[in-house]
């Protein structure tokens, strides 16, 4: 059963409903009004698959340094200020 997207025509709040193709619109959770409409939903694009391996390794190891990196900058800069 796919999952639906509706607005209320009452009171505008947006809501998901897992239901079958054909079935009437569900009552609004917000106000119980029977005007809901099905919106458009965008589909989301499949997961990507995440690198295993020395590849995700040496990718950790870089962004560790960078951030390392940018946090002695940011304490050389902090001193720099209060030696003035």
Known sequence: MPIYE??????GSRF???ME????APACPECGGDGARR????V???ERVTPRG??????ESRRRE????????????QK?????
């Open 66 to 77: 960078r951030e390392s990196a940018r946090s002695e900058r940011i304490s050389d800069a």
């Open 39 to 42: 919106r458009l939903s965008p």
């Open 21 to 24: 193709s054909g079935a009437e």
């Open 54 to 59: 020395a590849k995700v390794r040496d990718s």
């Open 44 to 46: 989301s694009p499949p």
């Open 6 to 11: 509706f607005e209320c025509a009452k009171c």
């Open 16 to 18: 998901e409903e897992l």
């Open 80 to 84: 720099a200020r209060r030696s003035r």
